[in-house]
């Protein structure tokens, strides 16, 4: 290479972007981003769109649905109100729906016998009775038409579908023939109730019940249903008809009561709705208490009552139907054969157990066990209850009455009543060894039960003093029922049991007595004259005989007082 060559060479520089490509790709990228931003922001935006426009659109959507509801409200009132401005329903118009209730039924039976393997083929006929049944409910309102309902033979058509193979007819019926029985409607009209109990009664509507009662599966809603309803007829029958309550407990609804009360299925509405039946069918009538004692009614209601011994009940219905089933076995406590099952029972144990709990049953063994020792046949029971140290549980109850509970359901006046009336009735009908034990009990602790007999008698004292404060028009027996109810009854229970203590026990009983008789102004002429009265109205308890022994036992007490 020459000299030239050398001064004209230019050496090659290695390949590089210029700055000012660098700077022009730079500002495609720039730009490149802004175009993403701005699609980004562009798409972002749309989707706000689109989510305000769904939004409108369910807004939308929401105001036609109220319109539509609003529209449906005013729908159900116009029809209400032309409803209302209909005729009352009148005799043509019971004929005409008792004339079809008869052809439905007539066409039902009719497709049964032609089709019996087919249901398709009679539901339809079905339905159409269903239906038709339910547009009866129109009769309640109008209980002056039952006579014609019964003249039309329309109750004897309704009773024959009680035991309907569909059971959802048998329920509709049930339901109706409830509404139809209705306490509120049938004192509207005499003659409608007259005829209609009348016509029911005289077709064995309680046999029929029960068949249908025996079928219907209480796991079924509509059934369970059926059931209530079914009992709400027999307590619409009982409180309108009470002269036929034994007739209606001997035709099965005591067997299904006491089968329904053991059956192990939890507590519902229909198990309360049950005890309640069965108090109301014993509550005042012997009949029913000696079938319910002759079917081992005893044993069953002692079997529910046991679980009450350690547990409250759950809920306030619960607690009811607890009440309902003493209430049962006070009742039933009014025959003497059904005092012998209640202690051949165990029912004595079971009462003393439940004293010693501190639980809501307490109160009602306290009853119970009053009523099974009181009277003239209640001697084995009260022996046996000594025998099981039962004197052990009822003192210190006597001796300060238990504090008030959330539940209580007993006032402090009827514990101390029924408390008192247990003591006065073991003094009438212990014997021998147990009655010297009872009465060993009121000179026990320096005489601290003789001191709490004064305490009870200046209180209840007090009670019946002011009672006859209050002027009455009024008869000798209703002014004798007065002073009762405000405590003389228990007063002269408290005083029986003075007068009998001071008799037979020890001699410092009677001490006691009058020394606190004079340290609070009392006067031993009141007792007297409490014991006077009360023997010359000892009521009808027992025979004849037995009432003549206790008032010349009374008041052969009060002469030696």
Known sequence: MDIGELLSYKPKSPKRKALDDTVEEEETSAEDARKKRKYSSSSSSSKMKYQEMERLEQE????????????????????????????????????????LFEKRTLKNREMRIKFPDNAEKFMESEIELHTTIQELHAIATVPDLYPL????????????LVLHENTDIAVAVVDLLQELTDVDVLNESEEG????????????????????????????????????NTLGIFENLCEL??????????????????????AKIPFDGNKLYTSEILSILCQKNNENRKLLGDLDGIDILLQQLAYYKRHDPNTPEEQEMMENLFDTLCSCLMLEENKERFLKGEGLQLMNLMLRERKVSRNGSLKVLDHAICGPSGKDNANKFVDILGLRTIFPLFMKTPKKNRRKIITVEEHEEHVVS????????????????????FTENDHEKVDRLLELHFKYLSKVDEADKEQRDEDEDENYLRRLEAGLFTLQLVDYIIVETCAAGAATIKQ???????????????????????AGNLGDVGDTDWRDLEQEHILNLVDKF
């Not at 247990?422 to 009990?441: E, V």
């Open 241 to 262: 008809k009470p002269d036929v309550i034994h007739d209606i407990g001997k035709q099965g609804i005591i067997q299904w009561s006491l089968k329904r009360l053991k």
């Open 512 to 534: 006691r007595v009058l020394q606190i008789i004079n340290l609070r102004g009392g006067s031993l002429k009141t007792i007297r004259h409490v014991m006077r009265e009360y």
């Open 149 to 160: 309902l019964v003249q039309l033979k329309a109750v004897s058509s309704m009773l024959e």
């Open 193 to 228: 109730t007259e005829s209609l109990l009348t016509a029911l009664l005289d077709q064995q509507v309680c046999a029929l019940l029960v068949q249908n009662l025996e079928r219907l599966d209480e796991t079924v809603k509509e059934e369970s249903d059926g059931v209530h």
């Open 422 to 441: 247990i003591i006065a009735n073991m003094l009438r009908n212990c014997s021998g060894p147990q009655r010297q034990r009872l009465l060993s009990k």
């Open 60 to 99: 939308k959507i929401r105001q036609e649905e109220l319109e539509r509801e609003k529209q449906e409200e005013e729908k159900i009132k116009t029809l209400i109100e032309e409803t209302e401005e209909k005729e009352v329903l009148n005799e043509l118009m019971l004929k005409k729906m008792i004339l």
